[in-house]
């Protein structure tokens, strides 16, 4: 009797592969596409910028400094993907959000008020957030957007 009751439970909690759900990712050649674009945007506008991208936890996948761009941009660049995955929205709201008066919002974690930090979304899902520091804040996000038109508008 016990081993046809263990039997039923193991059966019925048993799960199968297919039943899973599955989850988008950013991959490597993805994250290849990204870059590349946004480096050709660079190029184009002649600034040097840090390149970031990183997973929907804020854990790095990617960076890379321009040869001119200033030390500081390396963590800028990572605090701007980290804001845009974590919060799913442009780096751009934090800074709009801080200029109307709510300051509170800098203690929450890993809120960075600046732009050029961009979610990277598909299906509604954020997979993670591209972002660029060095130039003007403008242009870092118009940079960033070279990578995501790169992978959402094929």
Do not use: W
């Amino acid at each position: 009797m016990f081993k046809l009751l263990a039997f039923m439970l193991v059966s019925a909690v048993t799960v199968q592969a297919s039943d899973l759900p599955s989850k988008k990712y950013l991959n490597l050649a993805t994250i290849k596409t990204m870059v590349a674009a946004s480096e050709a945007k660079a190029k184009e506008l002649k600034v040097d910028v840090t390149i970031c991208v990183v997973d929907e936890s804020g854990n790095l996948l990617f960076i890379e400094r321009g040869e001119g761009a200033a030390l500081n941009t390396i963590q800028f660049a990572q605090k701007k993907a980290r804001h845009a995955a974590f919060y799913g929205s442009p780096s751009k709201d934090g800074a709009d959000a801080v200029k109307k008066g709510s300051v509170e919002a800098l203690a929450f974690p890993d809120f960075f008020p600046n732009q050029g930090g961009l979610p990277v979304k598909v299906d509604g899902q954020v997979l993670g957030g591209i972002a660029a520091s060095g130039a003007k804040s403008e242009i870092d996000e118009q940079i960033a957007q070279a990578g995501l038109d790169a992978i959402l508008k094929k």
